[in-house]
């Protein structure tokens, strides 16, 4: 850091003079801020500045440090970018970003005194109505925080309606999401069956069909999975279902869905996902928004709030937040789940989003990816030493390279190509994965990226 | 058929080793228009005490609670379209589960209609 100016005892944007704080004193009768704590023991108190801390920097000393640093990185915008693997860059209309900072739209959080705020509560309807659609579900909630927190909550659903404690994972499930159901797992004391994803042209379909049994509460499928292939959700759900498990489908990728039938039309009794794609951007891994669908008969034991139309006393159109007895701000620790909000603001940017494009837009979108993503395979797989996995793909694929893909990663992002995310970044220390390289594709793929891509690639391997 | 009483408001109905569980007509009062019952599954092992049951109305979602110990043996099927017999006949259409008594003992900690009546006119 550059120079500081030290013993600066005042903060700039703490408003108490002295004077203020004498009063304060004088009032509670101790003699200084110090005697507040003296109830801390001595040797737990801090003598003295924090050792090794600098001390304040100017704003402008601060400006010239973060843009020092940012040199350092290489940002979405700037150079061929064909990273995925559960978070997607995509065209976001400015429009979007216009609109959500209008004062009535204005929080990232639900209302408590919710009906006040009906344009927040009509949004968060028409965003319900747009997942439900999306996922093909009957019902969807208003949003979780994000996908993989989704995910479990799915899971902790499926356990209570089937009263069953064992999920099964489909090894196409992104490692970060198995990740987050295993941490909650270890204190909630369910049983999850993980497989490690598998370099094969297809899904694990039929090792996950296999692994049902009569215990399963529920099978986790991503769709498109982690590595961009699209299992059969139709079989995989008559599987579950003829155990009496749920099918839970994951979608990571909404875009892929203009292209590919919503999980909900195929079977899949819950559908969660990651919003991100749609209206969000990448902003450095977040806040994102996790998405929600299930069939109505489970409407009770779905997690977050959901929003309903309803008329009021003068006949009038309205909105309430609807079902929430069973929220932890009613039911304390008897509530359904531990998520009493939603990422409102996330969800906000989502629905816009969605909205400007219509279905026929998303649709478009998918399509003009799918056939970046064809493109960038092709030219790929020409490079010596570099096989497509897939048999199956929307706008994301995986190939395998003659040697480690996280060094190739290095190599190509100093030729300025950010050219995809190593396997062994989500899955480390496996050496039968190590060669692959999971790529991404969007609308913003140009004819000149991918030129770039191959190119780089093939100098590198070379 | 003797009936019981809980201070939680659940009535339990005995016709010999099998008894039927419902909400008394004060609770339903209580809780408003009822929107949704869940039931335990048929064939689950109650202990007296177990939350057994949610009902759910316009203004909380409620725990029923098992009066005595033993397994369910059958829940009201008609709960599932008609939440609302719990509200229009609380101790009877309305009735929750039906269960085996594990220990027929337990009944003697309950109160009869006299004393549960005094109960509520106490509240």
Redesign the interface.
Known sequence: MPPMSRGCKRMRYLPLSDHDRGEMLATIGVPDVDALFADVPADARLAGPIAGLPGHASEMAVERHMARLSADSLTAGQVPFFLGAGAYRHHVPASVDHLIQRGEFLTAYTPYQPEIAQGTLQVLFEFQTQVARLFGTDVANASLYDGSTACWEAIAMAGRIT?RSKAVLSGGLHPHYVGTAQTMARFTGDTLVAAQPALAARSDDDALIAAIDGETSCVLVQYPDVLGRIPDVARIAAAAQAKGALLIAVVTEPVALGLIDSPGTLGADIVVGEGQSLGVGLQFGGPYLGLFGCREKFV?QMPGRLCGETIDADGKRAFVLT?S??EQH??RE?ATSNICTNSGLCALAFSIHLSLLGGEGLSRMARASHLRAVQTAQALTQVAGVALVNETYVNEFTVTLPRAAAEVVDALAARRVLGGVALSRLVPGQADLANALIVATSELTSDEDIAALAAALAEVLA | MTRYFTADHEWIAVEGDTATVGITDYAQGQLGDIT?V?LP?AGASLTKGD?ASVV??????S?VYAPVSGDVTEVNPALEDAPELVNSAPEGEGWLWKMTLADAGELDGLMGEAAYAAHVAGL
């Open positions: 009263r009770r079902l007895t069973r009613i039911r008897k | 949704f869940e599954a939350s759910d109305s316009v203004k909380a979602a725990d």
